[in-house]
């Protein structure tokens, strides 16, 4: 095993026809969804400017490292580098090997090769651009590196660091770092025999997961025995392993659409969620910002990105104190922005591999969280330019120790680290170096082959511009497994003044689109363009199709239907009073809503008890999250309030399992919300850590509105800026109207209107695809102001009208926001049952949004499955997604009791595929499909069944 001490484009220049402006929201789109920037400790304290800033060529600088390392036909002192390996440990072909350092004192034993050194330089390779599964070099021609790389899979079915390693006694850092390189090729090289090389290491993970706890995992061991199928302790534990597990099983999922592996991601991330200190060790730490950002982005969750953020440069972690992010300038060189330990003989030790890990795992979180696009393209503005110290050509002839070894002309190959000074000598600051020469290692130079390996994630990550300091990242060149992308580049500006760079968008017409103000900043533009990035702002560009569609999804931001970027849904309760029916043992009530899992509400003993949060005002929400302790509830509702004394039940359920629990349910008016719990599911009382309230999507936020009036300075934009400080009011006279354009047509089914004093008695709902031409949704000629939820049949529009024709005072028109909702699939989520199930497709697959997983009954006729809204409500639109095996007759039916039902659709000549069904308003709890004929000789399956409240 390596003994490092705890291991340890250029964008052309062109004329410009015009300069289009990010970072400034009001300005630079009126429809945009601008979000703010999110602070990270560690970056806070980093130059935005790097000390004695120099850039080398990172993509030439890992090709160098290639070309040093994968010549099989060098001579020379400690060469070749690379040798190899012919046992055909794991697989039947030949494989190579490569040594942890340059020179090492005895021949590395077959099998004895590390994967953090050879199957890493495999994949650093890849990002450069070289094609690591037919490459021809110095010794050898049309080799598949890349697929010799499963030598790693050993025969415990688990990546790990050595081919004829077993896991006893190995840490988890050691197994889980190589297994998540191994996802990285597997996602640029994928084979048969490399998807089920990493397919059967994901299910080795998830057995383990599933023995450590399952849904209440617990990652605090030091590593785990997949021979014994067990977890082992030691003289310390890396909890950060739940990061390094909970990547691999999401990209297992993403790879593989297993529902198993999404489970066990969500119950690694819970995991963490729920931990109040940094589970940092090694370098797992990097990839949790990314696993929680694409959970939120991807999957809904509400997962705390800033923490993971902060733990993975934050220096306090109590399972490998002083390790984390760097700073400090020492002589000529600075060391800002690289990763190590502080305090190591006296202060700061750099390492070069986790210096380029760091960036594999966190530069692609701004395509999913734009909140951290600043933070992430200041530290990488540091990282890159102080990074060069780590070569030998970039720092002076004293200010390292193996200038002896020559056989690097191109100086490819990196020192493993660099010390603040040299031991002993502060005239020699910084200081090249390693552990091998210091503690005399079996190496002969302190030259690190493991150290340089990801060198290629900064070539391939890494680009200069015309303007210096201005960096281009590429944010998709290692986000493993990603859905379908448009090209989307980073870029900060660190200066003290606006900055104007060049943005090479190619021959083909794009749209240049930036997610962090959410504005089209170009149309139809081809070749050079310049793109103007205010002081010390980044901007994370997108390279859309032109003239496309932008729409929003629960968050997401969408155009032509592929992710561009997302808005984090604020958590309303954060912070807020919370009451009780009791506490006990100091468990108050405020525990719920403090934002930590430090703290909980424990109630006393028996049923019923509840607990409930002031949000401050009335707002429209739509969903809560429950975080219970181990005391949850087995049967409890969801009530809300707009006075704490009449509640209005949106959920209900006698089957709570605990956990965390994301619950939705139709956009709903108020300013308390309510946990009631009927029945414990624990000999104890009720505790839940955190009670979180969420707003659902309101497309007008943020939209440009127009009116008919205005007075006092109360414009129409006041009605979409999702607040009630300001508001629109009208001139005097009837009618009188405002209008919200969404941007493109989207499809609506309900508008909240927050009156202020001044309302309407009477007025029309309209909407229209043009903004002349418009249609009345809702009528009243007895409004009575306040807060009004108007629902009506789903209609699809880009402009919603307000057209007041009688005013209910004295005085003019006046609104404080005018919020419009797309249709709500109340059955998301919900709990699913059916008459039978086969082949682990299971009732709750219809509930789980995806057409991943589907639901199959077993054989014969009739067969049922049925959905649980959670409450009586009035529904009026079903949307069935049949797999290939679907009914050619079957019923629609719905229930108040479960028991009993009525039929809303019937057919006897279906042929496949999505039905969407409508049928009058009814009032159910329950929604059932009922099959009489199945169309095929297969059994019944449904990818999805979704309910709609209009």
Known sequence: MMMKKGIAMTLVAAAIASVATVGAPRQASAASVPVAQANVRYVDTLPNQPFNYSMIDW??????????????????????????????????????????????????????????????????????????????????????????????????????????????????????????????????????AMDAALQTTANSWYDAIVKMGGSNVNFNYLGYDFGAKAPFTGNRTEPDAAIGA????????????????????????????????NPSYEALEYWGPLLA?????????????????????????????????????????????????????????AFTMNTFAAGMGIVPVARYDQRYARAIGKWMLNAASNARLFYSDQIGLSQQDSTFWTGDPNHGIPYEGLRFQKIGDSTKAPFATGDPLTYGWPYNTNYGIYSGALSGVFGGTVKTTNVSQILQLDLLKTDFFHDAAYPSYLYYNPYATSQSVNVNVGSAPVDIYDAVTDAVLKTNVTGTQSVSLPADSAAVLVLAPANGTKTYSGGRILIDNVFVGYRPSANLALGMNAVASSTQNGNAATGVTDGTTAVRWESGPGDPQWVYVDLGASKTVGSVVLNWEAAYASGFKIQTSTDAANWTDVYTTTAGTGGMQT??????????????????????????????????????????????????????????????????????????????DLGSPQEINRAIVRWEAAYASAFKLQTSTDGTNWTDVYTTTTGSGGVQNLLFAPVTARYVRMYGTARGTQYAYSIYDLEVYAPTNVALGKAAAASSTTNGNLAKYVTDGTTAYRWESGPGDPQWVSVDLGVAQTIRRAVVKWEAAYASSYKLQVSSDGSNWTDVYSTTTFSGGTAAIGFAPVTARYVRMYGIARGTQYAYSIYDMEVYDS
């Open 663 to 740: 619950i939705r349910f139709a956009p709903v008016n108020a300013r308390y919300v309510r946990m009631y719990g009927t029945a414990r599911g624990t000999q104890y009382a009720y505790s839940i850590y955190e009670f979180e309230v969420y707003a659902p999507s309101n497309l007008a936020l943020g939209k440009p509105a127009t009116a008919s009036s205005t007075v006092n300075g109360n414009t129409a934009s006041g009605v979409t800026d999702g607040t009630t400080a300001y508001r629109w009011e009208s001139g005097p006279g009837d009618p009188q109207w405002v209008s919200v």
């Open 246 to 277: 909970g990547m691999l099983e999401y990209w297992a999922y993403k790879k593989f659409g297993t529902q198993n592996y999404l489970n066990a991601a969500k119950w690694s991330m819970n995991f963490l969620q729920n931990l109040t200190s």
């Open 59 to 192: 993509n030439q600088r890992a090709r160098n490292f290639d070309a040093a390392v994968f010549d099989f036909a060098s001579t020379g002192t400690y060469k070749p580098i690379a040798l190899w390996d012919v046992t055909h440990a794991n697989m039947a072909t030949t494989t190579f090997k490569l040594p942890s350092y340059v020179g090492p004192q005895s021949p590395i034993p077959d099998g004895g090769q590390e994967a953090v050194a050879g199957m890493a330089s495999v994949l650093g390779g890849a990002l450069t651009g070289i094609d690591k599964s037919n490459q021809t070099g110095s010794g050898y021609a049309n080799v598949n590196f890349a697929d010799m790389t499963r030598t790693y899979l050993t025969s415990e079915g688990v990546i790990n660091n050595n081919p004829l390693a077993k896991t006893a006694g190995v840490e988890f850092w050691y197994v889980l770092l190589p297994t998540l390189t191994f996802a990285g090729l597997d996602h640029l090289y994928p084979s048969t």
């Open 293 to 349: 950002s694409r959970l939120n982005a991807e999957q809904g969750g509400r997962y705390d990105v800033g923490k993971m953020m902060n733990w993975a440069f934050d220096t306090d972690s109590g399972h490998r104190p002083t390790w984390g992010g760097l700073n400090g300038t020492f002589g000529t060189g600075a060391m800002d922005g690289l990763m190590g330990s502080n305090y190591d003989h006296g202060g700061n030790y």
